[in-house]
């Protein structure tokens, strides 16, 4: 099937009780290796592009990178996602370039210009006189802690999703789904040691997240998607290769699985991953160049990182996303 936008997907993952995976893409090997895993274990996937993921691969190399994956596994629904669009002229771009769904992520600002920049967005996405398909709209109310494209919120600046603002939100721009802070921060160190306790072992335990919030979100919108970014939970197991290897990592951490489970089981639809597939890629590489000192073909190396992205993504759908035999 060609690219679909999100539409159809949340509303059977909202009413099903499971969270479709948004995974980032910026090369080849992780391109095959997310949509290998969705197409293996029959699950919808979001293949999402941050405008540092554009510089870095070229704008069409990934276009036509995801519609190579897309004629490889015609049987599982897969999104072309813009991540983090930081403004109206870029997620125009996008979806002149085919994406099927954007996210303006306008939460650095003002309320006021949040919805109307959101809306302005959605009026073009939507427009399917115009180009004869209807686009997705992801935005966000509050603030995440952590790193997110060329923005440092500090800890502490982060500011969680008001539920009062959410109804009057969605009502005025007309958007698909809205990301919320509900404690989720992007980048492998989530939180800093002081933040939270640490278990028998010394690992560093964080702070649960504010399901308190995500309930009155839910009350006031029912029915409606909701999006969680910053949703790695930053497997020690890798953090552990990567620090014996030569990697200096110390104190990463991230969101434990089963809170995320939760959260999919409610009205959160789509749950970012980025950080565990570059951990991923990492440790396998990083051990690969430890082991095999005299290998110098990419092919060798960059196999084995693949192979460790695709053993996560599949460890998301079917422990974390539930959204496995869904497609
Ligand atoms: O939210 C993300 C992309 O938008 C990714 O979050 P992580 O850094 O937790 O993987
Ligand atoms: O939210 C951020 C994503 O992990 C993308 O990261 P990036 O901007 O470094 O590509
Ligand atoms: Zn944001
Ligand atoms: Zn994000």
């Not at 099903?16 to 893409?25: H, I, S, T």
């Not at 990567?242 to 969101?255: C, F, T």
């Amino acid at each position: 099937m060609p690219l679909v936008n999100s539409k159809e997907l949340f509303e059977k993952a909202y009413k099903e009780g499971y969270a479709v995976g948004a995974f980032n893409v910026n090369n080849m090997e992780i391109v095959q290796a997310i949509t290998e895993a969705a197409g293996e274990l029959n699950s919808p996937v979001i293949l999402q592009v941050s405008s540092g993921a554009r510089k870095y691969a070229n704008a069409r190399y990934l276009v036509h990178m995801v519609q190579a994956a897309v004629e490889n596994n015609p049987n599982i629904p897969i999104v072309l996602h813009l991540d983090h669009g930081d403004s109206f002229e870029l997620c125009k771009s996008c979806i002149d370039d085919g994406f099927t769904s954007v996210m303006i992520d306008y939460s650095g600002h003002s309320y006021e210009e949040n919805v109307e920049v959101t809306r302005k967005v959605c009026e073009y996405a939507h427009d399917v006189k115009a180009r004869g398909r209807y686009v997705t709209v992801e935005a966000e109310l509050g603030t995440l802690a952590g790193v997110e494209d060329d923005v440092k919120v500090e800890f502490g600046k982060s500011s969680y999703t008001d539920p009062d603002q959410v109804q009057d939100f969605v009502k005025r721009t007309g958007v698909d789904s809205l990301a919320i802070a509900i404690g989720t921060s992007h980048g492998a160190y989530k939180f800093k040691a002081e933040q939270c306790t640490r278990n028998k072992d010394g690992i560093l335990v964080p702070p649960p997240l504010r399901f308190d919030i995500l309930k009155e979100v839910e009350k006031r919108l029912p029915g409606f998607p909701i999006v969680l970014h910053g949703s790695s939970s930053v497997p020690q197991e890798y953090v552990k290769i990567i620090n014996e290897h030569g990697g200096k990592m110390p104190d990463a951490i991230g969101i434990p699985e089963d809170q995320l489970r939760e959260a999919a089981k409610m009205a959160v639809c789509k749950i970012n991953i980025d950080s565990d597939l570059r951990l991923g890629m990492t440790a396998a590489i990083r051990l690969h160049f430890d082991e095999h000192p005299d290998h110098f073909d990419p092919r060798q190396y960059l196999g084995d990182g693949r192979k460790n992205v695709k053993d996560v993504v599949k460890h998301k759908i079917v422990e974390v996303l539930g959204s496995n035999n869904k497609a």
